[in-house]
T-cell receptor
Framework: AQKITQTQPGMFVQEKEAVTLDCTYD???????LFWYKQPSSGEMIFLIY??????QNATEGRYSLNFQKARKSANLVISASQLGDSAMYFC???????????FGTGTSLTVIP | NAGVTQTPKFQVLKTGQSMTLQCAQD?????MSWYRQDPGMGLRLIHY???????DQGEVPNGYNVSRSTTEDFPLRLLSAAPSQTSVYFC???????????FGPGTRLTVL
C-alpha cells in the first residue's frame, strides 16, 4: 500500500515567490518522522527538513518550512522567496519508528521561472 | 568525513551477468538501505539493515542479495542481471529512526 502521496507531478513558480509542495501520508504507527529531500538535475539527494509526529511546532530550516497537519495526515513543504537554484525534484518521505523502513513519494518537479 | 560512498558510478551489464554494488559509510550509522530510482516511481526500498549481521527485505527485493558483516559496509549483489534492473541505485545511511538519511551519489546501471 502506498504510504506517501505527492499529487503534483510538476509545479512552476515565479522567482522570489513562495510555493507549496503537497504531501499526504498514511500510517497507523503512533510515532513517525516526515522528511523532505531535494534532487537537482545532478542526481544527488539533499536533505531539507524533518518533522517528528509529536513535534508541537512546524519545522523550519531557512527558507524551508513544513506545514504539518496531523489530523489531515499532510506534511506540505513551503519554500519562500524561490530562487532559480530551487529548480529540482522534491521528495516527501516518511520513516516509521516501528517498521525501520523509509517510504518515499513519487516526487514533484519544481521549476522556478525568472 | 567522506559520508556515504558508492562504487561504481556507472556500470553496463549483459543479461545474466552478476555484480556487486559497493556502499560504505564512515559515520558509524547503524541503519543502511539500498534504493532503486526509476522514472515516475520515486525511490523504492530494496533491502535494509539495522546493524551488522541484520538485514531485511524492502519493497522490491527480488533479484538482489545483501549482507552486513561490518557497520561500515553494505554491498548489494545482483545475482543474474535482467533488463528490468536497469535503474539508478542509491545507498543511504542514518543514525536512528528519527534521523535523516544520508545518500551516496548513486550508481547508474544499465542491463542490456
Amino acid at each position: 500500500a502506498q504510504k506517501i502521496t505527492q499529487t503534483q507531478p510538476g509545479m512552476f513558480v515565479q522567482e522570489k515567490e513562495a510555493v507549496t509542495l503537497d504531501c499526504t501520508y498514511d500510517t497507523s504507527d503512533p510515532s513517525y518522522g516526515l522528511f523532505w529531500y531535494k534532487q537537482p538535475s545532478s542526481g544527488e539527494m539533499i536533505f531539507l527538513i524533518y518533522q517528528g509526529s509529536y513535534d508541537q511546532q512546524n519545522a523550519t530550516e531557512g527558507r524551508y518550512s513544513l506545514n504539518f497537519q496531523k489530523a489531515r495526515k499532510s506534511a506540505n513543504l513551503v519554500i519562500s522567496a524561490s530562487q532559480l537554484g530551487d529548480s529540482a525534484m522534491y521528495f516527501c518521505a516518511m520513516a516509521s519508528n516501528t517498521g525501520n523502513q523509509f517510504y518515499f513519494g513519487t516526487g514533484t518537479s519544481l521549476t522556478v521561472i525568472p | 568525513n567522506a559520508g556515504v560512498t558508492q562504487t561504481p558510478k556507472f556500470q553496463v551489464l549483459k543479461t545474466g551477468q552478476s555484480m556487486t554494488l559497493q556502499c560504505a559509510q564512515d559515520m558509524n550509522h547503524e541503519y543502511m538501505s539500498w534504493y532503486r530510482q526509476d522514472p515516475g516511481m520515486g525511490l523504492r526500498l530494496i533491502h535494509y539493515s539495522v546493524g551488522a549481521g541484520i538485514t531485511d527485505q524492502g519493497e522490491v527485493p527480488n533479484g538482489y542479495n545483501v549482507s552486513r558483516s561490518t557497520t561500515e559496509d553494505f554491498p548489494l549483489r545482483l545475482l543474474s542481471a535482467a533488463p528490468s534492473q536497469t535503474s539508478v541505485y542509491f545507498c543511504a545511511s542514518r543514525r536512528g529512526v528519527d534521523n535523516e538519511q544520508f545518500f551516496g551519489p548513486g550508481t547508474r546501471l544499465t542491463v542490456l
